[in-house]
T-cell receptor
Framework: DAMVIQNPRYQVTQFGKPVTLSCSQTLNHNVMYWYQQKSSQAPKLLFHYYDKDFNNEADTPDNFQSRRPNTSFCFLDIRSPGLGDAAMYLC?????????????FGDGTRLSIL | TQLLEQSPQFLSIQEGENLTVYCNSSSVFSSLQWYRQEPGEGPVLLVTVVTGGEVKKLKRLTFQFGDARKDSSLHITAAQPGDTGLYLCAGAGNNDMRFGAGTRLTVKP
């Protein structure tokens, strides 16, 4: 059974048109992450939530926002997608921030920009 | 920023061969994870190593964490086509996880 679920699996949007990607988890984990992964590259951390506490990476563009209305759900909002934002977006969860605890990933949403 | 360097970046071998991929950093990590990612899917956790010098085995895969907890290796014995994929190492701190660029392995039948 999927424990970290991302919807949709594939998303196509137009240049400049806002888009929202969603992630839900059945693990009741405190921490949720959003990563951007471009072809042949490592996942790049955009931000994470520790419970309701939002932590943004210093180099994450302002164009990327996130919401976590409750423990189970987390959203990635791209306000004005550019061609360079086409990528796989991965959501991950972690029980807590303690050492030794791995992340559990969803299958990702592949975003295309027309 | 804690950087993780993986080598080699690409590896193409024949079925039955052995291989080792490396994950190195100048930073100390509290733990290190290895993931395998297939095209169009999210990374799947293979193993977590926590203790310096730790060795873990998962069937034909052997993972080692360096004594200083700065580096790790993954050794695959008698590789099979099903081992094909992107292998990612990730170092964990208290707040986040940093990934290496990955090793893309192709095992030819």
């Amino acid at each position: 059974d999927a424990m970290v679920i991302q919807n949709p699996r594939y998303q196509v949007t137009q240049f400049g048109k806002p888009v929202t990607l969603s992630c839900s988890q059945t693990l009741n984990h405190n921490v949720m992450y959003w990563y951007q992964q471009k072809s042949s590259q490592a996942p790049k951390l955009l931000f994470h939530y520790y419970d309701k506490d939002f932590n943004n990476e210093a180099d994450t563009p302002d164009n990327f926002q996130s919401r976590r209305p409750n423990t189970s759900f987390c959203f990635l909002d791209i306000r004005s997608p550019g061609l360079g934002d086409a990528a796989m977006y991965l959501c991950a969860t972690r029980p807590d921030r303690g050492s030794g605890q791995p992340q559990h990933f969803g299958d990702g949403t592949r975003l295309s920009i027309l | 920023t804690q950087l993780l360097e993986q080598s080699p970046q690409f590896l193409s071998i024949q079925e039955g061969e052995n291989l080792t991929v490396y994950c190195n950093s100048s930073s100390v990590f509290s733990s290190l994870q290895w993931y395998r990612q297939e095209p169009g899917e999210g990374p799947v956790l293979l193993v977590t190593v926590v203790t310096g010098g730790e060795v873990k085995k998962l069937k034909r895969l052997t993972f080692q964490f360096g004594d200083a907890r700065k580096d790790s290796s993954l050794h695959i014995t008698a590789a099979q086509p099903g081992d094909t994929g992107l292998y990612l190492c990730a170092g964990a701190g208290n707040n986040d996880m940093r990934f290496g660029a990955g090793t893309r392995l192709t095992v030819k039948p």
